[in-house]
């Protein structure tokens, strides 16, 4: 059935009978296509970021240097106080060391009595030299 059958009202013939509408631009043509890739340029460049991060090290390594010298000094004020106690420190423990040692020689001749022919702090080991005890004190009470 045709449509004019269907709708009860006249319709065209042909195809041909149509009136000719085409589609066009508008009047003043189309606005041009982007194609091309066109980045915002926002934010610093690379040559400012990289002179920003290069200030940032140079000043970080600036304080770190400071900061060596700082502890360099009170490193070397603390070298300095113990050497400047080190003889008083030396001249106690001296003064520990031949207290401690008369009493070990009065506890040797007092243990040694009896031996004939003991002599009383002489080294049994016969080296020639002097050597302060290895542990550093001298504790009769313990032996």
């Not at 059958?5 to 013939?13: C, D, E, F, H, S």
């Not at 049994?124 to 504790?139: D, F, I």
Request: aromatic residues 12%.
């Amino acid at each position: 059935m045709t449509e004019s059958v269907i709708r009860n009202k006249p319709g065209m013939a042909s195809v041909k009978d149509m009136p000719i509408l085409q589609d066009g631009p508008p009047p003043g043509g189309f606005a041009p296509v982007r194609y091309a890739r066109r980045i915002p340029n926002k934010g610093p460049s690379a040559m400012a970021i990289f002179l920003a991060a290069f200030g940032a090290f140079s000043y970080g390594m600036y304080q770190v240097g400071k900061g060596n010298k700082i502890r360099r000094a009170l490193k070397e004020e603390k070298y300095a106080a113990r050497r400047a106690i080190l003889p008083v420190l030396q001249a106690e423990e001296d003064e520990r060391f031949v207290k401690e040692w008369k009493k070990y020689l009065e506890y040797e001749a007092e243990v040694m009595k009896d031996v004939p022919g003991w002599k009383v702090g002489e080294n049994v080991y016969n080296s020639g030299r002097w050597m302060p005890l290895a542990t550093g004190e001298l504790r009769p009470e313990v032996w």
